[in-house]
T-cell receptor, first 115, second 108 residues
């Protein structure tokens, strides 16, 4: 089954404790991205990757890191989480980058609480 | 700068009637617009799109209308079904700029 898998689905942590949210897709997609969803703000892009070893900042990259060492994986790293990073996070992938009709396939989400 | 605005946080409709979800946008010349649907505890899924060279696109019960002069698009669902109850996001492609979403509740 074609899918984007995120882990964990739920995570409660404390300020300053490094964490990684994994994302994997099995569709051989070039493009992957991370979003956070906050009430009243829709989804905002954190980072995206056009292909292996090619990553770039989205609209809200502060406090996050990513890497794309393999095509299928795109982990999101919070080196020193803070309470304002409490949010619902989505990973997404799409076949190609830079096309206008950029239909992305989303994971089920990771709900993160930073205390 | 909010490039995509969905001014109605929620909408309640009776089963069988029409649901109309609205979206206003800024800063766009040639682009694609997409609607995504999201159920609780799931990620958004693509629903329907429209190119800025068109003014209407239809897919079954779902029709999207684009008014370029007013910079406005709308999603019509006819007839509405309880399974359509979800959050609907208006999205400006290609970088996927999301609106805040509208919660649609279809009452049976």
């Amino acid at each position: 089954e074609a899918q984007v898998t995120q882990n964990p689905r739920y995570l409660i942590t404390v300020t300053g404790k490094k964490l990684t949210v994994t994302c994997s897709q099995n569709m051989n997609h070039e493009y992957m991205s991370w979003y956070r969803q906050d009430p009243g703000l829709g989804l905002r892009q954190i980072y995206y990757s056009m292909n292996v070893e090619v990553t770039d900042k989205g609209d809200v990259p502060e406090g996050y890191k990513v890497s794309r060492k393999e095509k299928r994986n795109f982990p999101l790293i919070l080196e020193s989480p803070s309470p304002n990073q409490t949010s619902l996070y989505f990973c997404a992938s799409s076949p190609q980058a830079g096309v206008a009709k950029n239909i992305q396939y989303f994971g089920a989400g990771t709900r993160l609480s930073v205390l | 700068d909010q490039q995509v605005k969905q001014n109605s946080p929620s909408l309640s409709v009776q089963e069988g009637r029409i649901s109309i979800l609205n979206c206003d946008y800024t800063n766009s010349m040639f682009d694609y617009f997409l609607w995504y649907k999201k159920y609780p505890a799931e990620g958004p899924t693509f629903l329907i799109s429209i190119s800025s060279i068109k003014d209407k696109n239809e897919d079954g019960r779902f029709t999207v209308f684009l008014n370029k002069s007013a910079k406005h698009l709308s999603l019509h669902i006819v007839p509405s079904q309880p399974g359509d109850s979800a959050v609907y996001f208006c999205v400006k492609g290609n970088k996927l700029v999301f609106g805040a979403g509208t919660i649609l509740r279809v009452k049976s």
